[in-house]
T-cell receptor, first 114, second 116 residues
Framework: EPEVTQTPSHQVTQMGQEVILRCVPI?????FYWYRQILGQKVEFLVS????????KSEIFDDQFSVERPDGSNFTLKIRSTKLEDSAMYFC????????????FGPGTRLLVL | AQSVTQLDSQVPVFEEAPVELRCNYS??????LFWYVQYPNQGLQLLLK??????LVESINGFEAEFNKSQTSFHLRKPSVHISDTAEYFC??????????????FGKGTKLTVNP
């Protein structure tokens, strides 16, 4: 069964460094998402992406964040200059399209900013 | 603003006992409701969803949830749990987004621990 994959599974970085989190969505899906979960808190929507552009972003998704689909298969989340509060589990999800189609999630990348 | 509340952060039960994981939502529009499950070291997997029609929805592994509009609830139940049901369970609502993107709003999750 096709699945969403994410790399790396864990990443440790120093504050102020740039990180890129990678996701490979399911191949025939059209909508892509990033969510994050800070330890002990809710899973929060960050951004949605469709037709090579951002559809919607939350107030968390400030100028330090960017997303890209560079080659038609990968979907990346870049954090330009990481802060301590960016430490979280980041989930990628994809959806085929149509009304209320299921979002399929990857296993997550645990990011720790020191 | 739309929100989801999961009243219990942890629920310990014994094997073969019944369980109910509670979920309440607030929304000013019609909602679509989901339960996702996260097994240790894995991603979020869809367990079941309510879109319309029958208010009782079931999963293939014996869970069911009932949409109750008057109580704005979508509680998850299983009559007899197994050790393998140990996981974290997330309730979510789907909200329409721009361009048909439809984002999910999650509760904080409930950790279900099934003990022998």
């Amino acid at each position: 069964e096709p699945e969403v994959t994410q790399t790396p599974s864990h990443q440790v970085t120093q504050m102020g460094q740039e990180v890129i989190l990678r996701c490979v969505p399911i191949s025939n899906h059209l909508y892509f998402y990033w969510y994050r979960q800070i330890l002990g808190q809710k899973v929060e929507f960050l951004v949605s992406f469709y037709n090579n552009e951002i559809s919607e972003k939350s107030e968390i998704f400030d100028d330090q964040f960017s997303v890209e689909r560079p080659d038609g298969s990968n979907f990346t989340l870049k954090i330009r200059s990481t802060k301590l509060e960016d430490s979280a589990m980041y989930f990628c999800a994809s959806r085929r399209g149509g009304t209320v189609e299921t979002q399929y999630f990857g296993p997550g990348t645990r990011l720790l900013v020191l | 603003a739309q929100s989801v509340t999961q009243l219990d952060s942890q629920v310990p039960v014994f094997e073969e006992a019944p369980v109910e994981l509670r979920c309440n939502y607030s929304s000013s529009v019609s909602v679509y409701l989901f339960w996702y499950v996260q097994y240790p070291n894995q991603g979020l997997q869809l367990l079941l969803k309510y879109l319309s029609g029958s208010t009782l929805v079931e999963s293939i592994n014996g869970f069911e949830a009932e949409f109750n509009k008057s109580q704005t609830s979508f509680h998850l139940r299983k009559p007899s749990v197994h050790i393998s049901d140990t996981a974290e369970y997330f309730c979510a609502v789907s909200l329409p987004g721009r361009g048909g993107s439809e984002k999910l709003v999650f509760g904080k999750g409930t950790k279900l621990t099934v003990n022998p």
